[in-house]
Each structure stands twice: as structure tokens, then as C-alpha cells.
């Protein structure tokens, strides 16, 4: 029975990075932008929240240098792809492969680094429950957290007038800028918070999920959390379920490992990512099922104008 609280509780920590970077992503696809970028922007905040706590002790002070460090590369993006009308998916393909060689190189001198022991976090009497209590109530906060996050993303897309002009310039900014809303504004605001998720996604990853720090150590998490967007077709609720789902593949890896199956380590560590080619094959199937629930103007540019 421990074996399973351990997977369950390992699926909630593993869930938790691609859920943040995937309502990062979705918050920027709402509004009708792609960015390609989120694993360099992952990259990026992770040393860079590695090198704050290394510096300060303070968790929090990492977790915001993370998203600082994200929303700074989506904010150089949203520039690039909203006001100078660049490519969107050549430039997100260059933040990340900046993201990657610009972690590299400024992590060089942390990868023997260590962090301050990480404390123990548990709710009261409820970390106490047999299987139930080690599994779901043993976690960081921030796992809680972007549980929370994501109800609040659905009640603000869905619910508030602000969320409805978000979808409203994904789905048709020539109409929201003859309303008089400033489309760009508002699509540059989107990227920028999704940046900063993607950057607390992979200052996550630094600080949490395996303190320290190793180049490349998002290890395709960010590519992960762009396609969970699609799975989920663009649903706050689908993401986070999506999200648990991958992370229970990626840790299922190590609990087959520990309860000594006999399958190639090379297989095992590949699931993660063959899942989720399967996952978009079966799904591309019905194209007009993702027709229907896709932004409708998902990465096309918007020129006030024209």
C-alpha cells in the first residue's frame, strides 16, 4: 500500500509542473498566440530560481525569480510576434533553443551547487489517514495551489467579462478591436502570464520537484505541456487532468523499477513522450472535433490596419 501513496503523491508532484506550464500555454492560445518557447522558458527559470535560492535561502524569493525570468523571455516574444509581426512558430522555436543554451551556459557554475534542505510539508490530522493521507495531503503547497489556480482560470474564463474578451481576441480580434478593445495590449498581457506559469513551472522543476540544478534537467516537459494544451482541447479542467495523467506515466517508470519488472530502463523512460504521440495521433483523428473547441485564430497575426 506505501508503494501506491508514493506513486500517487509522485503523480501529483510530477502532474503539477506540466499543469502549470499547460494554463500557461493555454492562457497565451486563447488569446490566438502559439509560443513554441516553453521549454526554454522553463530552462531559464529553472536556474535562474535555482541561483536565487542559492543565494537567499527563501523559496519564495526562487519561485519568483523563475516566473520573472519567464515572463521576461515571453514578454521579448510577445514584442517580437505582436508588434513586429515575426513568425510565431520560428520565433518560439528560437526562445527555446536560446532558453536551452543560455540555462547551459549560465548554470555552469551551479551544477555542484546545493540548496537548503527542503521542509516537510503535511495538512494536519489529514496527512494522517492511511494510504489517503501520505498520497494527497503530504505535498507542497504550490501542488494545492495550482489545483486552485485552475478552478479560478475556469470561473474567469467563463464567468467574468474580462474572460470573455480574452476568448474573444483569440476567436475574433478584428471584432474585439471594432468593439474598441486593444487587442495586442491584452494579447501581450496573456503572454506574458503565461510566461511567468511556465517560468514557476520550471522553477518547480529546480527547487521542488529534483533540487538542483543539471542542464537540459526540463527534459522535454515544456514540448509536453504544448501538446497537453491541444489533448485538453484548450479546457482549464481537461489540462489539469491531462497533466496528472502524464505525470502518472512518467512515474510509473520508477514504480515499475522498484517493484523489480523486468522491462528495459530505455522503454520505461521513453513512455512520457510515447504517450503522448499516441495521445495526439488518436486525437488528430477527429480534426473537426478540435475545430470546434480550437481558438479561431490560433497563430495568425492581427495588424490593427488592415
Not at 540548496?115 to 494522517?128: E, G, K
Not at 468593439?179 to 503565461?194: D, E, K, N, S, T
Request: include cysteine; charge should be positive; aromatic fraction near 10%.
Amino acid at each position: 500500500m506505501d508503494a501506491y501513496a508514493l506513486l500517487i503523491a509522485a503523480t501529483l508532484n510530477a502532474g503539477t509542473v506540466l499543469a502549470l506550464a499547460s494554463l500557461g500555454m493555454l492562457i497565451n492560445e486563447r488569446a490566438g498566440i502559439v509560443n513554441l518557447g516553453a521549454e526554454g522558458m522553463m530552462l531559464c527559470a529553472a536556474i535562474a530560481g535555482f541561483a536565487a535560492v542559492v543565494h537567499t535561502g527563501s523559496d519564495v524569493v526562487g519561485f519568483a525569480a523563475g516566473m520573472g525570468a519567464g515572463a521576461l523571455l515571453a514578454l521579448v516574444f510577445g514584442l517580437l510576434v505582436i508588434w513586429l509581426n515575426t513568425n510565431q512558430y520560428a520565433t518560439g522555436l528560437a526562445v527555446s533553443l536560446f532558453g536551452a543554451g543560455f540555462s547551459a551556459f549560465a548554470g555552469i557554475a551551479y551544477v555542484q551547487e546545493r540548496i537548503p534542505q527542503r521542509p516537510s510539508f503535511a495538512v494536519p490530522y489529514l496527512s494522517d489517514i492511511p494510504l489517503v493521507g501520505p498520497a494527497l495531503f503530504r505535498q507542497h503547497p504550490l501542488v494545492y495551489l495550482t489545483v486552485l489556480f485552475a478552478l479560478a482560470l475556469i470561473w474567469f474564463l467563463y464567468r467574468t467579462r474580462a474572460g470573455l474578451v480574452l476568448r474573444s481576441v483569440g476567436e475574433n480580434p478584428e471584432s474585439a478591436h471594432a468593439l474598441g478593445y486593444p487587442v495586442r495590449r491584452i494579447r501581450l498581457l496573456a503572454v506574458v502570464v503565461g510566461g511567468a506559469l511556465c517560468g514557476l513551472a520550471g522553477a518547480y522543476v529546480s527547487i521542488v520537484y529534483t533540487p538542483l540544478w543539471v542542464e537540459g534537467m526540463v527534459a522535454g516537459k515544456g514540448w509536453i505541456a504544448l501538446a497537453l494544451t491541444t489533448f485538453a482541447t484548450w479546457r482549464p479542467a481537461r489540462v489539469l487532468l491531462g497533466a496528472y495523467l502524464f505525470g502518472g506515466v512518467t512515474m510509473l517508470q520508477f514504480h515499475l523499477q522498484g517493484i523489480g519488472v523486468e522491462v528495459p530502463s530505455q522503454f520505461l523512460s521513453m513512455l512520457p513522450y510515447l504517450s503522448t504521440i499516441v495521445v495526439l495521433a488518436l486525437i488528430s483523428r477527429n480534426p473537426l472535433w478540435i475545430r470546434i473547441n480550437m481558438p479561431a485564430s490560433i497563430g495568425k497575426p492581427f495588424y490593427p490596419g488592415a
